[in-house]
């Protein structure tokens, strides 16, 4: 009978622990973060594939600025 409510206390305390939203803003964050840089990319990608020069000088200049902002990342 001990163990059994053992076990009851244990699952209350996991599916507390699920519950909780610690963290969740992050990996939101994370997550949009990652669904942006995905779009520029295919978007640098589509637009070099253009013959024109306006294709390739907007490719450059995306990725340029993408290169200037992750130089100025700090850890």
């Known amino acids: 009978m001990n163990g059994i409510l053992r076990g009851v206390r244990r699952g209350l305390r996991a599916l507390g622990r699920?519950?909780?939203q610690a963290?969740?803003?992050t990996v939101e964050y994370v997550a949009?973060?990652?669904l942006v840089a995905l779009i520029?990319?295919?978007v640098v990608t589509a637009m070099k594939g253009y013959?024109?020069?306006q294709g390739k000088s907007l490719g450059d200049t995306v990725?340029?600025?993408i290169k200037d902002s992750v130089d100025k990342v700090q850890f």
């Open 63 to 65: 990725l340029q600025k």
């Open 18 to 20: 699920l519950g909780r």
């Open 23 to 25: 963290g969740q803003g």
């Open 40 to 42: 520029m990319a295919g």
């Open 32 to 34: 949009l973060i990652l």
């Open 51 to 53: 013959k024109t020069d």
